[in-house]
C-alpha cells in the first residue's frame, strides 16, 4: 500500500502530550506480562504453599520427593533423554551428511521425508508403533510368527526400550536441521586439504567436517533430550501401560482425584531448571558460530563424490524413512479404514465407518475435532498480534525496556509444556477467575506456548523494514498504529501467514498443555486421542489422527506456496 493513499490525516489527539497509540503498547505489555510472568509466579508460589492453610512450607517438596518411585521417574526421564537424543543422533548425523555434503542421490526426497517425521506428532508415531510392535497382536511379531514358526514375536513397544524408540524416531528431525545447516556453511577447502594430506571420504567427514559442525550438532542433541523429557503424549500410550512411569506422566498422576497442584508445582521444578540450563548451553554453543570455516575468499561448497556408495547412503535414509514413515503410516492407515485392525488388508475388511463414527456419531469425537482447530486459530492470530507488536516495540526501540520483552517472548520456549499447564492451572483455575475447563484458558495457554516461534518471525521481518515508510505516515499525521495497521502489516502479510501456519500447525496437535486444562466441552482431538487409546479403540484412534495429519497437507502446501520450500524445516530451525 503506497503511504499517499492513506486517508487525509485528522488531527491525532492528544493530551499533554501523549498520544493515545501508547495505550495499545501498555495493553499489549500487559497481556504479555498475564501470558508469561503471572503463570510462572503462580508456579514457584504454588509450590511453597500449604494446600489447606496457603502457608509457607517446603512440605510438597518433600511429598514430591519423598517416595522412591517419584524419584525413579525422574530418573527414568533423564535415561529417557539420554538414550533417545542419542539414538536420534545416529539417525540423524549421517543423514544431514548425505544430504549436505555428498552426492548422494534423492536429497530432495530426503528432506521432503524428513519434513514428514517432523510434522507428525509423537503420540501419532507411538499409535503407529503400537500397531507395529504391540505383543502379540502387532504386525512385526505376527510376521515373525508367521516366517518361523515361533510361538511369540520378540517385539514389545511397551518396554523403556519401545519408547526410547518411538522418541528417537520423531525427535531426529531436530538434529537433522542444526547438523544440515551448519554443514551447508562449511566450504570445500578443509575437506581438500585433508584428502590432498592423504585422508579419505570417510576419515575427512569424520576428522574434518563433521567437527566443524560439532556446536551445532551439540545443540541439536540437546533440543532432542529436551524434547524427549518434556514430552507427555508418547510416554502416556507406552509407559503407563508398561507400568513404569517418567517425569510427566507422574505429573499427570498427580493431577488424579485428588488433585494435588501443589505437589505437582514442586515436583515440575527440577525439569523446569534443567530445561533452562540446558537451553543456555545450546545457545552458548550455537551462537560461538564454530562450525563456519572462514576464509580470505568466498567459500566453494562442493559435493562429495561416494561413487557407488551413494547407493547405501540413499538405502541408509530409505531405512530411517521406512521406520519414521512408510511402516508407521501404511498399518495407521490400514487400521483407520479396518473394520477390525487385526483382520489384515482384505477387501472384505475395508469401512469408512470409522470416519462416520468419529465424525457423526461418537459424542464428542467431531467436536473435539473442531476445538482443535478453533482453538488453534484463535491462538494463531493472538499470537501473531500480540508478537508483531511486541517487535515493533522492540525494533523501534519504543520503549527503555524492549530487551526484557523480548525476552519474555522467548521465555516460553524453555518451559515445558506440560510445566506452563502446571503453571496455568495455579494461576488462573481458582477463583475469581476460575476459567479451567473452559476455551480461553486453553486458547490462553497455547498462546503463550508458542509465543517464541511468533516472536522470531515477526522479529526477523521488522529488522528487514525500513523504518522510513512508518516515518512518512507520521509526518502525514497518522499515528503508530495507524502505521502498524495500513504499512507494516500489510509489507509482512506473507511473514505473518507463515508464522500463522507455523502456530496452526502443532496447535492443533498441542497434548501437553490441554491434557491437564480441558474440560468436558472443550475437548481437543489430541486428548480425545489419548482417551481412546486407554480405551482400546484403535481402529477410531487412527482414523482421527489420520484426519488430523490429512489437514495438515494444504496447510504445508500454503506455506510452502507463501513462504518457500521446507518453510517449516528452515523456519524452525532459527
Known amino acids: 500500500m503506497s503511504v499517499l493513499s492513506l486517508p487525509a490525516p485528522a488531527r491525532r489527539l492528544r493530551i499533554g502530550g501523549f498520544e493515545p497509540t501508547w495505550l495499545l503498547w501498555i495493553g499489549i505489555i500487559a497481556v504479555l506480562l498475564f501470558l508469561v510472568v503471572s503463570p510462572f509466579v503462580y508456579l514457584v508460589i504454588t509450590s511453597f504453599q500449604s494446600e489447606k492453610t496457603g502457608a509457607f512450607t517446603f512440605a510438597n517438596y518433600a511429598a514430591a520427593y519423598g517416595r522412591a518411585r517419584y524419584i525413579e521417574a525422574l530418573v527414568n526421564s533423564l535415561e529417557l533423554g539420554v538414550l533417545a537424543a542419542g539414538l536420534a543422533g545416529l539417525l540423524a548425523i549421517p543423514l544431514a551428511w548425505g544430504v549436505a555434503r555428498t552426492n548422494m542421490p534423492g536429497r530432495g526426497l530426503v528432506r521432503m521425508l524428513v519434513l514428514a517425521t517432523f510434522i507428525t506428532p509423537p503420540y501419532t508415531g507411538a499409535v503407529a508403533w503400537i500397531l507395529l510392535a504391540g505383543p502379540n497382536a502387532g504386525w512385526l511379531n505376527r510376521l515373525y510368527v508367521f516366517a518361523t514358526g515361533a510361538e511369540a514375536g520378540p517385539f514389545n513397544i511397551y ?12 525427535s531426529f ?9 551448519a554443514l551447508e556453511l562449511v566450504s570445500s577447502e578443509m575437506e581438500d586439504a585433508a584428502n590432498i594430506l592423504g585422508a579419505g571420504t570417510w576419515r575427512t567427514m569424520r576428522r574434518v567436517t563433521l567437527p566443524l559442525a560439532l556446536p551445532a550438532i551439540l545443540g541439536g542433541l540437546i533440543i532432542c533430550f529436551l524434547e524427549a523429557i518434556a514430552l507427555f503424549g508418547s510416554p502416556a500410550l507406552i509407559a503407563i501401560p508398561a507400568r513404569f512411569n517418567v517425569v510427566t506422566t507422574q505429573l499427570f498422576q498427580f493431577f488424579s482425584n485428588p488433585v494435588r497442584v501443589e505437589v505437582a508445582a514442586a515436583y515440575a521444578m527440577p525439569l523446569l531448571g534443567i530445561t533452562v540450563l540446558l537451553i543456555l548451553v545450546q545457545r552458548l554453543m550455537t551462537h560461538r558460530k564454530g562450525f563456519v570455516a572462514l576464509t580470505g575468499k568466498g567459500g566453494e561448497r562442493r559435493p562429495i563424490d561416494l561413487g557407488v556408495w551413494r547407493w547405501a547412503m540413499f538405502g541408509y535414509a530409505m531405512l530411517v524413512a521406512t521406520l519414521s514413515v512408510f511402516l508407521p503410516y501404511l498399518f495407521l492407515l490400514q487400521a483407520s479404514f479396518a473394520k477390525a485392525w487385526g483382520r489384515g488388508f482384505g477387501f472384505d475388511n475395508i469401512s469408512f465407518q470409522n470416519f462416520h463414527f468419529i465424525l457423526f456419531e461418537h459424542a464428542t469425537a467431531g467436536r473435539s475435532v473442531l476445538n482443535s482447530f478453533m482453538f488453534g486459530a484463535a491462538a494463531a492470530t493472538a499470537t501473531v498480534i500480540i508478537t508483531l507488536c511486541i517487535a515493533y516495540i522492540v525494533t523501534r526501540r519504543l520503549v527503555p525496556f524492549g530487551g526484557i520483552l523480548g525476552f519474555l517472548c522467548m521465555a516460553p520456549f524453555v518451559i515445558p509444556g506440560i510445566v506452563l499447564a502446571i503453571g496455568f492451572y495455579a494461576a488462573y483455575a481458582p477463583p475469581p477467575l476460575a476459567l479451567y475447563g473452559t476455551a480461553t484458558i486453553l486458547i490462553l495457554a497455547f498462546t503463550t506456548r508458542f509465543l517464541p516461534i511468533g516472536y522470531v518471525n515477526a522479529s526477523a521481518a521488522m529488522r528487514s523494514l525500513n523504518p522510513e515508510m512508518e516515518e512518512a505516515v507520521r509526518v502525514l499525521g497518522g499515528s503508530r498504529f495507524t502505521a502498524l495497521r495500513r504499512v507494516v502489516a500489510p509489507l509482512l502479510k506473507r511473514n505473518l501467514i507463515g508464522a500463522w501456519l507455523l502456530i496452526f500447525i502443532p ?22 486421542i489419548f482417551d481412546m487409546s486407554e480405551e482400546g479403540n484403535l481402529e477410531y484412534l487412527a482414523a482421527l489422527a489420520l484426519m488430523l495429519q490429512v489437514v495438515t497437507l494444504p496447510l504445508l502446501y500454503l506455506g510452502q506456496r507463501v513462504i518457500g520450500r521446507d518453510f517449516m524445516l528452515r523456519r524452525s530451525a532459527t
Open 507 to 528: 496447535a492443533t496437535r498441542e497434548l501437553s498443555a490441554a491434557i491437564f486444562l480441558y474440560g468436558p466441552g472443550t475437548k481437543v482431538a489430541s486428548v480425545m
Open 173 to 181: 528431525p531436530y538434529i537433522f536441521i542444526f547438523t544440515t545447516a
Open 159 to 170: 518396554s523403556f526400550t519401545g519408547l526410547v524408540l518411538v522418541v528417537a524416531l520423531y
